[in-house]
C-alpha cells in the first residue's frame, strides 16, 4: 500500500483520491456504511492522566456537535476520572469494557505521554484497539503513543513541533514530517500541537462529508 | 461609570486606558494582588446540563496552562458530573462550597441557557457570585444568564449571532451589540460564539499581562 500523504485542507477531493487508492478497502466500507445506516459512529477518546485539555475537547466540540453521525466516549485503563495539570476533571469508562470497536480512536497528548509511552499495559490496550478501529486520529504528542506500538512503522506521521525530537524517538522506523499541521497516511491521521487537533478533525470532516459539510461546522463554532 | 466598548484585541493598551478609568479601582487592585502575592487566582466555570462544549475548554486550555498565574475550579448547583448533548461528562464541586470569592467567574453558552434562564436557583447564585468576582466573563448565550440577574443593564454587551434575538429578550435594558466578537464593560467580559470565547480569553490575558504575553500563550498552542 502506497502512503498518502497530504498536507492541509485539500477537502472533499481527498475522498475520491483514497476511494481510488483503496478500491473497495477501509473508505468505501465506511462511505457505504455511513450511507446504509443510521448509527452513530463511536468516536473513542483515550484519556490519561495529565491530557492536554484542547486536544481532547476541541475535537470533541467538533464530532460532538454532530449528533446525527457520531457519539463521543471517553475511556481510560483504568476508568474512572481522569484530570490534568489544568485542572480539568472528566468521567471516563474503562477501555475494557468497551461494546464495539470505535469507528475513531483518539489519542490526545499532553505531559502525560512522557509517562505512558512507558506504560506497557496502555501500549498493549492501543496496539489491540487502533487496528480494530476504522481511523485512528492522534493530536499533538498522542502520536508518540501510537509510534511506540510499532503500528505507524513506514507510515507518514507528525506530531507537535516542540516535542518532535522526543516524540521522534519513540518510533525511529516512522517517516516523520516536521512541517506539516496534520498527516494523513492510510487510516492513520496524525496532528501536530494542541489547536492542530481541531484543524485535523474538520479536514477528517473534509475527507469523510465533504468541504462544505466541513466548513458549515467551522462556521457554526465560529472557527477561523 | 462611562462603559468602555471595545472591539477586538487592542491588547496592552487596554490596561492603560482601563487603568485610568477606574482609578484605584478593581483593575488598579488586581494587578497590585497580582505583583505582590504568588497565590493563583481562581478561574471558576459555572457548569450546568448541554453546556457548549469548547465554550468552556477552549479558555480552560487558555487559563489552565498558565499554571503560576491561574488555577481552574468547575462547579455546579448542585455538583457532580455534569454532561452535555456532546456526551462530555466533568466532574464539578457544588457551587456553595466555593472558598473564596472567584477572580474571574466564567459562565459558558449552549443549549442549556434555554432552560437555566429559568431557573430561579441558577439565576440567584450568578446574582450572589458575579459581583464578588473580579471579573465575569460569558462565552456564547452565557451571556443570557448574566443578563437575567440584570447585572448587565445598562451595560455593553455581546452574545452568540445565531441566538441573538433570543438573548436580547433576557436582558431588555442590556445595550446590546450585535456585531462584536467580544464586549467588555467595566469588569464584565462577553463573548460571541464557540470559539470566540478562546479570543476573548486571549484579549483578556493581553489586558491583563500585556499583548507578547497573549501571543506567546497562542503560539503554544498553535491557535492562529
Not at 5 to 19: E, R, W
Request: with cysteine; proline share 3%; charged share 20%.
Amino acid at each position: 500500500m502506497k502512503p498518502l500523504a497530504v498536507h492541509g485542507n485539500l477537502g472533499a477531493k481527498i475522498l475520491l483520491v483514497l476511494a481510488v487508492a483503496f478500491g473497495q478497502g477501509i473508505f468505501a466500507q465506511a462511505t457505504s456504511e455511513n450511507q446504509l445506516t443510521t448509527h452513530k459512529m463511536e468516536i473513542a477518546f483515550l484519556m490519561f492522566e495529565d491530557y492536554e485539555t484542547l486536544d481532547v475537547f476541541g475535537p470533541a466540540e467538533i464530532f460532538g456537535r454532530l449528533t446525527d453521525h457520531y457519539r463521543l466516549k471517553f475511556y481510560s485503563i483504568a476508568g474512572g476520572i481522569i484530570s490534568n495539570r489544568h485542572g480539568v476533571p472528566i468521567m471516563t469508562e474503562k477501555l475494557g469494557t468497551m461494546n464495539n470497536d470505535p469507528y475513531v480512536l483518539l489519542i490526545p497528548g499532553g505531559m502525560g505521554t512522557r509517562r505512558e509511552v512507558n506504560n506497557d499495559e496502555m501500549i498493549r490496550q492501543i496496539k489491540k484497539v487502533a487496528p480494530k478501529s476504522t481511523f485512528v486520529l492522534t493530536v499533538c504528542t498522542g502520536s508518540a503513543l501510537l509510534a511506540k506500538t510499532g503500528l505507524l512503522d513506514g507510515k507518514k506521521a507528525t506530531s507537535n513541533k516542540r516535542a518532535f525530537s522526543w516524540v521522534e524517538t519513540q518510533g525511529q522506523a516512522v517517516s516523520w514530517d516536521e512541517r506539516a499541521r496534520w498527516q494523513i497516511d492510510g487510516n492513520y491521521y496524525t496532528s501536530s500541537g494542541v489547536s492542530a487537533g481541531m484543524d485535523m478533525a474538520l479536514g477528517f470532516l473534509a475527507d469523510r462529508h465533504g468541504l462544505a459539510f466541513a466548513k458549515k461546522v467551522a462556521k457554526e463554532i465560529e472557527y477561523h
